[in-house]
């Protein structure tokens, strides 16, 4: 069956340092893999879409990668603020269907 | 601009009783409509999408149904809810455009507790 992996411990780093999240996936073969952010008690927000054509995708200070050999997707934010402590999730869509793993939660540290 | 609206926030529910949660969306016509529930600490689960007016499909047999009675309103229901029904629950759209998706919006979710 389809399955996401995301690191289940949280993600502790310090401010002004880059934070990286890994979303790897298993007998699956997306057309489009996303981000989003969920804050406590809220619904995920959007963040960023790459498709299955596209190595890197940008905005702003995230940054993303999709690599369908290893199966596998990289996010990067870029002098991590406080404000960006939150739960990351990955998702992957084929056919209007969007499948999330559980996410990781990061703290940013002032 | 698109919005989605969903209610209630909260719901305190006893086992057995009925359900009924609704979702609407503004600003955007035919989207996909889609409920889905996370469980404390846990990921999201998908549990109906909607490609259009009374076009439900089924992710997980469980209690609950969802319905699409017009084309910007998706409706999650039971008719006896189970304690394991507890969760916060979130519906969203997308639109498919040429192929191509654009990523899902979500409403502010429903915390439901069955007691």
């Known amino acids: 069956s389809q399955k996401i992996e995301q690191n289940s411990e949280a993600l502790n780093i310090q401010e002004g340092k880059t934070a990286t999240l890994t979303c790897n996936y298993t007998?699956?073969?997306?057309?489009?893999l996303q981000w989003y952010r969920q804050d406590p008690g809220r619904g995920p927000v959007f963040l960023l879409l790459?498709?299955?054509?596209?190595k890197e995708k940008r905005k702003e200070r995230l940054k993303v990668t999709f690599d369908t050999t290893l199966k596998q997707s990289l996010f990067h934010i870029t002098a991590s603020q406080p404000a960006d402590s939150a739960t990351y999730l990955c998702?992957?869509?084929?056919?209007?269907?969007?499948?999330f793993g559980q996410g990781t939660t990061l703290q940013v540290k002032p | 601009s698109q919005t989605i609206h969903q209610w209630p926030a909260t719901l305190v529910q006893p086992v057995g009783s009925p359900l009924s949660l609704e979702c609407t969306v503004e600003?955007?016509?035919?989207?996909?409509l889609y409920w889905y529930r996370q469980a404390a600490g846990r990921g999201l689960q998908l549990l109906f999408y909607?490609?259009?007016?009374?076009?439900i499909s089924s992710e997980v047999p469980q209690n609950l149904s969802a319905s699409r009675p017009q084309d910007r309103q998706f409706i999650l229901s039971s008719k006896k809810l189970l304690l394991s029904d507890s969760g916060f629950y979130l519906c969203?759209?997308?639109?498919?455009?040429?192929?191509?998706?654009?990523?899902?919006?979500f409403g502010s979710g429903t915390r439901l507790t069955v007691v």
């Open positions: 969203a759209w997308s639109v498919w455009t040429g192929g191509s998706n654009y990523g899902y919006t």
């Open positions: 007998n699956y073969s997306p057309a489009y």
């Open positions: 790459i498709r299955e054509n596209e």
């Open positions: 998702a992957l869509s084929n056919t209007g269907k969007l499948i």
């Open positions: 600003g955007t016509s035919n989207p996909n």
């Open positions: 909607s490609v259009g007016i009374g076009q």
